[in-house]
Every structure is written in structure tokens, then in C-alpha cells.
């Protein structure tokens, strides 16, 4: 016959967990004003992005129809990609504890649990 061990609870699964990058811990005292200024400037720079991006389409499409081809302009669109990258970080943990917030506040109101 073998021996049955008790079943073990490890520190990693009684730990709260946090959203992405970050932990519970610095979740927790990050206070709502830096959420969501953190959300503002991720926004900014998402904004920034897509704008820089959209301005070397409509150079290149200016510079085809001018001369008859375009630069590749692959600096300007890393660029943008990377601005945009860099502000969907920024925004998305606050947009995620948000979006968990809102939907607890919305099962309580009905009457469901989400433990």
C-alpha cells in the first residue's frame, strides 16, 4: 500500500492576483486619480499614433500622386506603432480594473455572485 499525503496549499495559489505586469500589491495603493491618469496619457499617446500614422498614408498617397511613387517612410511608421503600443499598456490595466469594477457593481445589483 502507498501513503496518501495531504493535500498542500502553495503560496502562489492563495496569493492575490494582479493584472498583467502588475501585482496585487501595487494595485492596491495605486490610488484612482493615477488609474486614471494613467488611462489619459495611455489614450494620448494611442491617439498620437494613430494620427502619425495616418499623416504618412496621406504623405505617401501625396508623394504617388506627385511623383509616381512614394518613399517607404518605415521609420515614421514604426514610430507610430510604437506609440500606440507604448499607450495601449498604459491604458489597459485601468480599463481592465475598471471594467471588473463596473461588473461586480452591476452583479450586485441583480443579485448574482462573481466570487
Same mark, same amino acid.
Given at each position: 500500500?502507498?501513503?496518501?499525503?495531504?493535500?498542500s496549499?502553495?503560496?502562489e495559489?492563495?496569493?492575490?492576483?494582479?493584472?498583467?505586469?502588475y501585482s496585487?500589491?501595487q494595485?492596491?495603493?495605486?490610488r484612482?486619480v493615477g488609474?486614471v491618469?494613467?488611462m489619459?496619457?495611455?489614450?494620448?499617446? $494611442?491617439? @498620437?499614433?494613430? /494620427?502619425?500614422i495616418l499623416h504618412?498614408?496621406?504623405l505617401r498617397?501625396?508623394?504617388a500622386?506627385?511623383w509616381?511613387s512614394?518613399k517607404s517612410?518605415?521609420?515614421g511608421?514604426f514610430f507610430g506603432?510604437?506609440?500606440?503600443g507604448?499607450g495601449?499598456f498604459?491604458v489597459h $490595466?485601468g @480599463?481592465?480594473? /475598471?471594467?471588473?469594477?463596473?461588473?461586480?457593481?452591476?452583479?450586485?445589483?441583480?443579485?448574482?455572485s462573481?466570487?
Open positions: 500500500m502507498h501513503k496518501v499525503r495531504p493535500v496549499v502553495d503560496k495559489s492563495t496569493q492575490k492576483r494582479g493584472i498583467g505586469f496585487y500589491s494595485l492596491k495603493n495605486t484612482p488609474r491618469g494613467a489619459l496619457i495611455g489614450g494620448i499617446y $494611442v491617439l @498620437v499614433g494613430l /494620427y502619425v504618412l498614408i496621406s498617397q501625396a508623394e500622386h506627385i509616381g512614394a517612410h518605415v521609420v511608421f506603432v510604437c506609440l500606440i507604448i495601449a498604459c $490595466v @480599463v481592465i480594473y /475598471y471594467s471588473r469594477k463596473f461588473w461586480r457593481w452591476a452583479s450586485k445589483d441583480r443579485g448574482y462573481t466570487n
